[in-house]
């Protein structure tokens, strides 16, 4: 009978139908999610009396989606056998015909006159082909649409599944693309590749049109034959030519079709149209343009998301913990942006492989060396000079990258009119480095360094001085076609030194360290089926040495303090899975296990049950041995995610996450410094944990490169640390009879506007975020505002930025930045009285003032070389104009006694236009990289 049919299909392929002529269309109805084309022919054959004439095997792997009361046939075999170079003819009798490889002729040819040529039209229709069957023409043109096979037919024998997994890579430097976009248009289905440019996909055997996309490259559309599973390497060229094409789409599955919530993702080139002061890129001051993320004052370290402290965030570089982020107190980043090659920010909804802070996770990914050329980049600003250099150590299989920078900022200092400043020295640098090495395709290998060093003198009275460190080993191998895990060993540290000799009978040098030791693994396993399962667990060893508060200088009575040595093990396991329940629902679960403990040698005071925690208080000194069990703590932290999909661009999502906490920061200032000292949780400070919940609707439009956001959330911590009024650090070893422990509520919205393509590009953030500390007791002194709600000192309601660049052509283009915050949170004096002659200030409520709000304008001008293809290096230049409007903006408001009457007074960092101007450079062309 097969064979018949394969006859009799012939024959039809050559000769022309002249009977009944064609059907103009068939209606049907039905919900057909991903069904194969066998069920769905029966079902149309039941409902509408038509008859299918094919060969099985021409549609096996062909699946059929379509819903509705009102379905064209016409359209729907359209979508699904077009692409799969599969032809129809829809007879007046109801027959419809299939054919591979070759069109049926369906009409008579027109003879109406002698001259003239025959019109062999298939299906013809004056209003031309539609939008369907043209993009099938014009992607079979030759030339135009590549096909790529996948696997072998031998392979693909008995299985409906096939897990396609590769690497997408840019052809020119051989770099990973990450974020880039692997879709299957005829499926509606895609994914993203990862840090290291890698992807897996589960699809069924058959034939599809799949696109390729990654922001600043050519888009590639590839005609695809599955036979089986396989490896599929894609290669990616630069995109130069049109200004209009989009440029950002890193987050297209993220926003939409992601169950990643209060998630942002941007790549190294945004720091390029970023104005910023003295002209240095830094990717911290990017995200604080980000909503939802703020910092207490210009030019301070550190960050803070959703009204949470410094401490709270988590941030990493290529794995290595970055426990101070910043130089110079915080105008500047702590690593080179040269290493950046893209950054990641999680708020909520943290994916149950991280874990240990409960506001953010910062994850910075560095960049890998030039797999196939030697290649160099570097600039000069008026108070930096960096360079880094790159290259194949072995051609496509191994590189390497380093990278440095270096300040010459005394000169500054030297020009200011105060003369403190001008006997003052300030000086920082900085160096890291990757190894790459890729042994086979199933492997590979990256080594990651890194040092920053600072120094900072403050006239004759005090000397700062402090170091990052780290490195990591990350071993990525892939075990089978679904099986993938990711092993990564990792060390950091971060010390200081300060002296002060700001009363010399009294002047103090201390020193203090944290190590960090870290063996993380994560797994991943994609199922046949609907499933994408990640699991692993890590182990951190801290090392704290607190150090010593020692006399300095031959005057100095200052007695000594031993504030004694931290030491603590944090494990954890964990284990989610992403479901994709439908095409139009995903569910994200998580669950992680967190073990704590506290490890010895330290003298734990134990303090009465019902007394307050005070030195009086005190029952038994435990004196616990290097390593010795002195407590633990566990906590469950469960992950869930929803998205929900409205429509083909826009979906509805909802999180919850928890996260515990087992390390702070000491610190009695409102702005993180370098003598600013993490520690441990212990006996007697118990571990911190969030509660956070969140919901938000997400819209694309695709065809303007607009992403939007609107997302609100509320977080409940627990035993949130905060300070008593006066507490001093280095004074005792007892932390916690300075340190008291409450509840924070913080509650928001937040919205985003980006456009990504044409011309003009930016984005618009606006959130309005409200965070309240509640620390009460049963002791009086264990109170803070009289037991009473208070904000805390991150509470900034409303937060606006807007940032924008404008192209005018490959060589001119033009940035701007709009910045406005409502004002931090203050405790001003409101009265003086006097008790025995000696006078009292008596303060306000905590934090029931705010200084002034922060307003900011900033510009730049980006002027690139020429455009000659041939060249030895390609520079441009950045003349950037930072608050334009000369705004004294406030960081902080201070009160002194002068002469009996107290006043108040106001500074500010920059308190008129900064203008700098900055060269930077490259070996090679304007496209190079």
């Given at each position: 009978?097969?064979?018949?049919?394969?006859?009799?299909?012939?024959?039809?392929?050559?000769?022309p139908?002249?009977?009944?002529?064609?059907?103009k269309?068939?209606?049907?109805?039905?919900?057909?999610?991903?069904?194969?084309?066998?069920?769905?022919?029966?079902d149309?054959?039941?409902?509408?009396?038509?008859?299918?004439?094919?060969?099985?095997?021409?549609?096996?792997?062909?699946?059929?989606?379509?819903?509705?009361?009102?379905?064209?046939?016409?359209?729907?075999?359209?979508?699904?056998?077009?692409?799969?170079?599969?032809?129809?003819?829809?007879?007046?009798?109801?027959?419809?015909?299939?054919?591979?490889g070759?069109?049926?002729?369906?009409?008579?040819p027109d003879?109406?006159?002698?001259?003239?040529?025959?019109?062999l039209?298939?299906?013809?229709?004056?209003?031309?082909?539609?939008?369907?069957?043209?993009?099938?023409?014009?992607?079979?043109?030759?030339?135009?649409?590549?096909?790529?096979?996948?696997?072998?037919?031998?392979?693909?024998?008995?299985?409906?599944?096939?897990?396609?997994?590769?690497?997408?890579?840019?052809?020119?430097?051989?770099?990973?693309?990450?974020?880039?976009?692997?879709?299957?248009?005829?499926l509606?289905?895609?994914?993203?590749?990862?840090?290291?440019?890698?992807?897996?996909?589960?699809?069924?055997?058959?034939?599809?049109?799949?696109?390729?996309?990654?922001?600043?490259?050519?888009?590639?559309?590839?005609?695809?034959?599955?036979?089986?599973?396989?490896?599929?390497?894609?290669?990616?060229?630069?995109?130069?030519?049109?200004?209009?094409?989009?440029?950002?789409?890193?987050?297209?599955?993220?926003?939409?079709?992601?169950?990643?919530?209060?998630?942002?993702?941007?790549?190294?080139?945004?720091?390029?149209?970023?104005?910023?002061?003295?002209?240095?890129?830094?990717v911290?001051?990017?995200?604080?343009?980000?909503?939802?993320?703020?910092?207490?004052?210009?030019?301070?370290?550190?960050?803070?998301?959703?009204?949470?402290?410094?401490?709270?965030n988590?941030?990493?570089?290529?794995?290595?913990?970055?426990?101070?982020?910043?130089?110079?107190?915080?105008?500047?980043?702590?690593?080179?942006?040269?290493?950046?090659?893209?950054?990641?920010?999680?708020?909520?909804?943290?994916?149950?492989?991280?874990g240990?802070?409960?506001?953010?996770?910062?994850?910075?990914?560095?960049?890998?060396?030039n797999?196939?050329?030697?290649?160099?980049?570097?600039g000069?600003?008026?108070?930096?000079?960096r360079?880094?250099?790159?290259?194949?150590?072995?051609?496509?299989?191994?590189?390497?990258?380093?990278?440095?920078?270096?300040?010459?900022?005394?000169?500054?200092?030297?020009?200011?009119?105060?003369?403190?400043?001008?006997?003052?020295?300030?000086?920082f640098?900085?160096?890291?480095?990757?190894?790459?090495?890729?042994?086979g395709?199933?492997?590979?290998?990256?080594?990651?360094?890194?040092?920053?060093?600072?120094?900072?003198?403050?006239?004759?009275?005090?000397?700062?001085?402090?170091?990052?460190?780290?490195?990591?080993?990350?071993?990525?191998?892939?075990?089978?076609?679904?099986?993938?895990?990711?092993?990564?060993?990792?060390?950091?540290?971060?010390?200081?030194?300060?002296?002060?000799?700001?009363?010399?009978?009294?002047?103090?040098?201390?020193?203090?360290?944290?190590?960090h030791?870290?063996?993380?693994?994560?797994?991943?396993?994609?199922?046949?089926?609907?499933?994408?399962?990640?699991?692993?667990?890590?182990?951190?060893?801290?090392?704290?040495?607190?150090?010593?508060?020692?006399?300095?200088?031959?005057?100095?009575?200052?007695?000594?303090?031993?504030?004694?040595?931290?030491?603590?093990?944090?494990?954890?396991?964990?284990?989610?899975?992403?479901?994709?329940l439908?095409?139009?629902?995903?569910?994200?679960?998580?669950?992680?296990?967190?073990?704590?403990?506290?490890?010895?040698?330290?003298?734990?005071?134990?303090?009465?049950?019902?007394?307050?925690?005070?030195?009086?208080?005190?029952?038994?000194?435990?004196?616990?041995?290097?390593?010795?069990?002195?407590?633990?703590?566990?906590?469950?932290?469960?992950?869930?995610?929803?998205?929900?999909?409205?429509?083909?661009?826009?979906?509805?999502?909802?999180?919850?996450?928890?996260?515990?906490?087992?390390?702070?920061?000491?610190?009695?200032?409102?702005?993180?410094?370098?003598?600013?000292?993490?520690?441990?949780?212990?006996?007697?400070?118990?571990?911190?944990?969030?509660?956070?919940?969140?919901?938000?609707?997400?819209?694309?439009?695709?065809?303007?490169?607009?992403?939007?956001?609107l997302?609100?959330?509320?977080?409940?911590?627990?035993?949130?640390?905060?300070?008593?009024?006066?507490?001093?650090?280095?004074?005792?070893?007892?932390?916690?009879?300075?340190?008291?422990?409450?509840?924070?509520?913080?509650?928001?919205?937040?919205?985003?506007?980006?456009?990504?393509?044409?011309?003009?590009?930016?984005?618009?953030?606006?959130?309005?975020?409200?965070?309240?500390?509640?620390v009460?007791?049963?002791?009086?002194?264990?109170?803070?505002?009289?037991g009473?709600?208070?904000?805390?000192?991150?509470?900034?309601?409303?937060?606006?930025?807007?940032?924008?660049?404008?192209?005018?052509?490959?060589?001119?283009?033009?940035?701007?930045?709009?910045?406005?915050?409502?004002?931090?949170?203050?405790?001003?004096?409101?009265?003086?009285?006097?008790?025995?002659?000696i006078?009292?200030?008596?303060?306000?409520?905590?934090?029931?003032?705010?200084?002034?709000?922060?307003?900011?304008?900033?510009f730049?001008?980006?002027?690139?070389?020429?455009?000659?293809?041939?060249k030895?290096?390609?520079?441009?230049?950045m003349?950037?104009?930072?608050?334009?409007?000369?705004?004294?903006?406030?960081?902080?408001?201070?009160?002194?006694?002068?002469?009996?009457?107290?006043?108040?007074?106001?500074?500010?960092?920059?308190?008129?236009?900064?203008?700098?101007?900055?060269?930077?450079?490259?070996?090679?062309?304007?496209?190079?990289?």
């Amino acid at each position: 009978m097969n064979r018949l049919l394969q006859i009799c299909l012939l024959i039809l392929s050559y000769v022309p139908f002249s009977l009944n002529g064609q059907v103009k269309d068939v209606i049907f109805r039905g919900s057909f999610q991903d069904v194969t084309f066998g069920d769905f022919v029966r079902d149309v054959e039941q409902q509408t009396g038509v008859s299918f004439y094919y060969l099985e095997s021409w549609t096996r792997g062909l699946r059929v989606t379509a819903s509705g009361d009102e379905i064209s046939l016409r359209k729907t075999l359209d979508l699904t056998l077009l692409p799969a170079g599969l032809y129809y003819v829809l007879e007046g009798t109801g027959e419809i015909y299939l054919s591979e490889g070759q069109a049926l002729v369906s009409k008579l040819p027109d003879y109406s006159g002698s001259q003239g040529e025959l019109d062999l039209s298939v299906d013809q229709d004056i209003s031309g082909p539609t939008s369907t069957e043209q993009k099938y023409i014009d992607g079979r043109k030759a030339g135009m649409l590549e096909t790529i096979s996948v696997g072998t037919r031998a392979a693909g024998e008995g299985t409906n599944v096939a897990v396609l997994y590769g690497k997408i890579t840019d052809v020119e430097t051989g770099d990973p693309l990450i974020g880039a976009t692997v879709y299957f248009e005829d499926l509606a289905k895609g994914t993203a590749t990862d840090v290291d440019g890698r992807y897996s996909i589960v699809v069924r055997p058959g034939k599809y049109t799949i696109e390729f996309k990654c922001m600043g490259m050519e888009d590639r559309l590839n005609y695809l034959e599955v036979l089986s599973g396989g490896d599929l390497d894609i290669t990616m060229r630069r995109s130069v030519i049109a200004l209009t094409e989009v440029v950002v789409r890193a987050n297209r599955y993220h926003n939409v079709r992601g169950t990643q919530m209060g998630f942002d993702r941007l790549n190294y080139k945004v720091l390029n149209e970023v104005p910023m002061v003295m002209g240095e890129k830094d990717v911290l001051k990017v995200i604080q343009m980000l909503p939802g993320v703020q910092t207490v004052g210009e030019g301070a370290a550190g960050f803070n998301v959703r009204g949470s402290a410094a401490d709270q965030n988590m941030i990493y570089i290529n794995k290595v913990p970055v426990y101070n982020s910043s130089h110079l107190f915080g105008f500047f980043t702590s690593f080179s942006p040269d290493i950046v090659k893209d950054f990641t920010l999680y708020k909520s909804n943290v994916p149950a492989s991280y874990g240990g802070r409960m506001a953010s996770v910062f994850d910075i990914t560095a960049r890998q060396g030039n797999l196939n050329k030697y290649t160099a980049h570097g600039g000069i600003s008026p108070v930096t000079a960096r360079l880094s250099v790159e290259g194949p150590i072995k051609k496509g299989n191994s590189s390497f990258i380093v990278a440095g920078r270096s300040t010459y900022s005394d000169w500054i200092l030297s020009k200011l009119e105060d003369p403190v400043l001008r006997e003052s020295k300030a000086n920082f640098n900085d160096l890291s480095g990757m190894l790459t090495w890729e042994p086979g395709e199933k492997t590979l290998i990256k080594a990651f360094g890194y040092y920053s060093h600072d120094y900072f003198k403050l006239g004759t009275t005090n000397q700062y001085e402090y170091d990052n460190m780290g490195g990591s080993l990350n071993i990525r191998r892939r075990m089978g076609s679904r099986l993938s895990g990711d092993l990564a060993l990792v060390y950091g540290a971060y010390d200081f030194t300060t002296i002060n000799e700001q009363v010399a009978s009294e002047a103090w040098t201390q020193s203090y360290r944290i190590d960090h030791y870290e063996t993380k693994l994560d797994m991943s396993w994609l199922s046949l089926g609907k499933h994408k399962l990640t699991f692993g667990g890590s182990a951190i060893l801290y090392n704290l040495d607190r150090g010593d508060v020692l006399p300095y200088g031959d005057i100095s009575m200052r007695v000594p303090v031993e504030l004694g040595l931290d030491n603590g093990l944090e494990t954890a396991v964990y284990l989610a899975d992403e479901i994709s329940l439908s095409p139009r629902f995903t569910v994200y679960g998580g669950l992680r296990f967190a073990f704590y403990s506290v490890l010895g040698p330290d003298d734990v005071q134990v303090y009465g049950e019902g007394l307050p925690i005070q030195p009086g208080s005190v029952v038994e000194v435990i004196d616990a041995e290097p390593y010795e069990l002195i407590k633990t703590y566990t906590g469950l932290e469960p992950r869930l995610a929803l998205n929900i999909m409205l429509g083909a661009n826009n979906s509805l999502k909802l999180s919850y996450n928890r996260v515990n906490q087992f390390i702070f920061m000491l610190s009695n200032t409102v702005a993180i410094s370098p003598t600013d000292q993490w520690k441990l949780v212990d006996l007697n400070i118990v571990p911190p944990y969030v509660d956070q919940v969140s919901m938000g609707f997400y819209q694309d439009f695709p065809r303007g490169g607009i992403n939007t956001s609107l997302e609100v959330y509320y977080k409940k911590i627990k035993n949130v640390v905060d300070f008593r009024d006066g507490a001093s650090f280095i004074t005792s070893p007892y932390v916690e009879q300075v340190t008291l422990q409450g509840e924070q509520e913080a509650y928001g919205f937040e919205a985003l506007f980006r456009k990504s393509a044409g011309k003009l590009s930016g984005w618009i953030a606006y959130s309005y975020a409200r965070s309240m500390m509640l620390v009460d007791s049963k002791f009086s002194s264990e109170r803070i505002n009289q037991g009473e709600p208070y904000p805390s000192n991150f509470d900034r309601p409303h937060n606006l930025s807007i940032v924008s660049n404008i192209k005018l052509n490959r060589r001119l283009s033009f940035s701007a930045n709009m910045v406005y915050t409502t004002g931090r949170p203050v405790t001003y004096p409101v009265s003086i009285y006097y008790m025995d002659g000696i006078q009292f200030v008596d303060y306000a409520d905590r934090n029931s003032y705010r200084i002034p709000d922060y307003f900011r304008l900033d510009f730049s001008v980006n002027l690139e070389g020429n455009l000659r293809e041939r060249k030895l290096f390609h520079s441009y230049w950045m003349l950037n104009f930072y608050n334009i409007t000369g705004r004294q903006n406030a960081y902080s408001v201070y009160f002194q006694n002068d002469d009996g009457a107290i006043n108040g007074y106001k500074l500010s960092i920059f308190g008129q236009m900064v203008v700098t101007i900055s060269w930077n450079f490259k070996l090679g062309n304007y496209a190079s990289e």
